[in-house]
């Protein structure tokens, strides 16, 4: 009798166990932070988003792989790129990462994270126009760039502000897509456009790149300036990616060297 009535309590012990706890070392559930990511939704290789509705390119890949490293979840939203970080500051996106250059204009209102790649602004025109970079360089041209860009910016500063180009030869358009159209069409006699993105963009059409404006940019991640724990977040967990064999694989993806 006492052996049965010690068996049923040692059953009895173990079912109410296993009703109150889970696995042994099992970790209790916790909440990943949610973070709003901004991009370009055509800028290839770095972001674009396709006809299925789902984003993809380098700076996607990037974003998703330091998020897992992190702990951290991130989902993806097109902001128009002359309106980028604006939605930043006001806090439609928490993150803008997107072939994001870093300039002193977007450095007096945002943080930007390290830079993780430098690209050249690269300049195209029709095959067989006989354009010259001395051309672009002198005003002879009608330019096109996108709207929000660095490139814009060089533009401005470089020939309309010194009367090299007068303003109305600038054609601002609100996206790469729409700005290689108009120098398919002979809207503009060139774009200026970063050279990866710009490489992508002619591919397949009749146009050709002829050079650049001389001008490095870096890429790196922007975040409001109220956000330094997001900022250090980012920072670490690109340092700890562009350490791993993965980066360089992700490049050799997308074709950036």
């Keep these: 009798m006492k052996a049965i009535l010690l068996l049923s309590l040692l059953l009895a012990l173990g079912l109410a166990a296993g009703c109150t706890t889970g696995p042994i070392g099992a970790a209790p559930h916790e909440t990943r932070p949610h973070y709003v990511v ?20 380098f700076d996607i890949d990037a974003a998703r792989a330091v998020a897992e490293r992190e702990g951290i979840n991130v989902t993806f939203v097109a902001v128009p790129w002359d309106a980028a970080i604006d939605r930043l500051e006001d806090g439609q996106v928490d993150i803008v990462w997107s072939g994001t250059t870093v300039s002193p204009e977007r450095s007096a209102k945002v943080n930007f994270s390290r830079p993780y790649y430098f690209v050249e602004q690269s300049i195209a025109v029709r095959a067989g126009s006989g354009f010259t970079v001395q051309d672009l360089l002198s005003g002879r041209l009608r330019i096109g760039a996108q709207a929000g860009s660095t490139e814009a910016e060089w ?37 200026l456009v970063q050279a990866p993105a710009q490489a992508d963009a002619i591919e397949g059409r009749p146009l050709v790149i002829i050079g650049t404006t001389g001008t490095q940019d870096a890429y790196a991640v922007a975040v409001r300036k109220t956000d330094p724990a997001l900022l250090a977040t980012v920072d670490h967990g690109l340092a700890r990616l562009m350490e791993d064999p993965a980066w360089q694989e992700m490049k050799a993806r997308y074709g950036l060297v």
């Design 38 to 57: 901004g991009v370009d939704a055509d800028f290839s290789p770095f972001t674009s988003l396709g006809d299925d509705g789902n984003f993809s390119g």
């Design 155 to 191: 533009v401005s500063t470089n020939l309309i502000a010194p009367g090299i180009l007068p303003a109305g030869n600038l054609t601002l358009c609100p996206d790469v897509g729409t700005l290689t159209a108009a120098l398919v069409n002979g809207s503009v006699d060139a774009t």
